[in-house]
């Protein structure tokens, strides 16, 4: 099964395209990481998803059905942050929380429990750390033990502490099963805690996958001679790149980390008669390659 299926989805905003031509997949149990620079239409998508914002076109399904009511009550959402009352406690806002979204009260103690906030849970919202007050936001998504979990920035704001607690916060529902969606634009986050990513830009899809795949380090081997063409086509055929390309005056071979061979490939290159001007390893950031992604 899958959990949300997005066919060819967009959305303008007037001349605005916000979304274009968006597809891709989100399996069940997975942490899926929605990555892109603000603007990129992040929380437009989780906005259709969750009805809030009408979609110009396309179509997606959630657990392979039509979107329904009934489909949405299985998520839990986590899309702006939620307006507490800063005179009531923890359970007093849930309270409110659960009244609103028709969620049984007695689920309360056991949502406080999972964020960590029971010590806390008779003191008012005001006496919170940033921190806490965003698990207690994460709580009142969990109200009611929703399968899914949708979290628009989940760390925005947080200092260090309240984003590994955050961190460490969705790793433990993820463990217990729950299928999370969250945006980010911090390639970081979506790096340490999720299996999948799809990359956005200007409502474009860049890519999509695993995060195994998609956000590896690389080796970079730079090279020279004085015919690039001759030299791109002559390492095009070296065993184990995994890309090779023209930049400024060198050409560039990547492969997996840890596996480019200098004097490999120094060697191959003068047995076919191309002496090398220049020969250097360079190791690529995922900070790099996630830019070169999205600029
Ligand atoms: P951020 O992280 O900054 O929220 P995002 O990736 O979530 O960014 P969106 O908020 O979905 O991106 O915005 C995508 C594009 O649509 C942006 O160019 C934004 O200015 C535009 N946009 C969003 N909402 C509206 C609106 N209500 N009216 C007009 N344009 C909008």
Request: glycine content about 6%.
């Amino acid at each position: 099964m899958e959990i949300l299926n997005l066919d060819r989805l967009s959305k303008n905003y007037g001349k605005i395209q916000a979304l274009n031509q968006v597809s891709f997949s989100v399996p069940k149990g997975s942490v899926f990481g929605i990555l892109g620079p603000n603007g990129s239409g992040k929380t437009t998508l989780l906005g259709i998803i969750m009805d809030i914002l009408k979609s110009s076109g396309g179509s997606f399904t959630l657990f392979d059905e039509v979107p329904t009511e009934k489909t949405r009550q299985r998520i839990g959402t986590l899309l702006e942050t939620p307006n507490f009352y800063h005179y009531l406690s923890a359970v007093q806002n849930l309270k409110i929380v659960a009244a609103i979204k028709q969620k049984d009260e007695s689920d309360i103690e056991r949502v406080l429990e999972i964020v960590n906030l029971i010590q806390r849970k008779d003191s008012a919202f005001s006496t919170y750390s940033l921190g806490m007050k965003q698990r207690l936001a994460i709580a009142a998504a969990l109200l009611g033990n929703p399968e899914v979990l949708v979290l628009d920035e989940p760390t925005n704001g947080l200092d260090p502490v309240g984003i590994a607690e955050i961190r460490a916060l969705i790793m433990k529902l993820a463990n217990e099963g729950k299928t999370i969606i969250m945006a980010s634009h911090m390639l970081d986050e979506v790096e340490k805690v999720c299996t999948h990513v799809a990359i956005l830009k200007y409502g474009q899809l860049i890519t999509h996958g695993d995060v195994n795949e998609i956000l590896v380090n690389e080796d970079v081997v730079e090279v020279s001679s004085n015919n690039l063409e001759q030299l791109k086509n002559l390492l095009i055929q070296f065993p184990g790149n995994v890309n090779v390309y023209l930049k400024e005056n060198t050409v560039q071979v990547n492969f997996q980390p840890g596996s480019a061979n200098l004097e490999e490939i120094n060697k191959y290159c003068f047995e076919r008669s191309v002496v090398l001007s220049h020969l250097q390893l360079k190791k690529k950031s995922l900070e790099s390659k996630f830019l070169e992604l999205t600029n």
